[in-house]
């Protein structure tokens, strides 16, 4: 029933801490979940900034170097990073000579030679002469040069297709290149040096109808040199198959294409 104007009022009063709660409209932040959020943004942060750095060299550091920066010590025997000395600036004959006295010296200079007795001049009477007569220690010419001789001499010409003065077909070119792969100092001393060039020799005669394809094979050779006349010189040589490294998955280039490589490309000065 209403109660009316004259009727008293009753009045409760709640304790304080008895008060109703009331709730605000807008939801209240969740402390773990701004923390987990937080975490998140930082970690793709540190992601990014390891993946900007990944291809970022260190300076000092790189190949041929230690963690220190400095570059590795020379020694008879040592591994394929190259010393860093500048290839020979002078020639003979079309041959780099004038080899620093060293061991370093001793394993560009082996190289080099490598390379020219291993050139389709060598085939030539007149040109082989000519290379042994620049590369040869003065007091082994007479020895190398009957060796070689009899080596390239003879009937060797005939077995690559070539005539008895070294010369192609009309319309092949005879391709004859050793090309060193590395070089390693198998003895050294200030007035004899050993030295092991490993190589793949290429040989055949390129053309459309050529009987005697160009073919890669891989040897090792080993050239004695002796220091003579203020240079590194030849004494003597020998040769051993391999290693031999597995053929890729590559199809052989045409006729046509080996003939172009052959003539366009030229040969490199060699220095460790």
């Known amino acids: 029933m209403p109660l009316s104007d004259d009727q008293p009022h009753t009045r409760t009063r709640l304790p304080v801490g008895e008060q109703p ?15 987990l959020a937080v975490l998140v943004v930082v970690t793709l942060l540190v992601v990014a900034i390891s993946i900007a750095n990944r291809g970022k060299a260190d300076p000092g550091t790189g190949p ?17 990073a190259p010393s860093g000395d500048q290839p020979v600036g002078t020639t003979n004959n079309g041959i780099a000579g004038g080899f620093p006295h060293t061991d370093q010296g001793a394993q560009s200079a082996a190289t080099n030679y490598a390379v020219a007795i291993g050139s389709a001049e060598m085939f030539r009477t007149d040109s082989r002469h000519t290379i042994v007569a620049t590369i040869a220690d003065p007091a082994a010419v007479t020895a190398l040069q009957t060796r070689l001789d009899q080596g390239f001499g003879g009937d060797t010409p005939a077995r690559y297709g070539l005539d008895a003065q070294g010369r192609a077909p009309k319309g092949l070119t005879f391709v004859s290149r050793t090309v060193p792969v590395g070089a390693k100092s198998a003895a050294y001393s200030d007035g004899e040096a050993k030295v092991e060039v490993w190589s793949t020799n290429l040989t055949g005669l390129a053309g459309e109808r050529s009987v005697q394809p160009v073919t890669a094979n891989w040897l090792t050779l080993t050239l004695t040199l002796r220091w003579a006349g203020g240079d590194w010189k030849l004494a003597d040589y020998a040769s051993r198959p391999g290693p031999v490294p ?27």
């Open 246 to 272: 597995l053929t890729g998955d590559q199809q052989a280039a045409t006729a046509e294409e080996i003939t172009g490589a052959v003539q366009q490309f030229g040969g490199f000065r060699y220095a460790r």
């Open 64 to 80: 041929g170097r230690s963690a220190d920066g400095a570059a590795p010590t020379a020694a008879a025997g040592a591994g394929p």
């Open 21 to 35: 709660f009331s709730q605000p409209a807008g939801r209240q932040p969740r402390p773990m979940r701004t923390l």
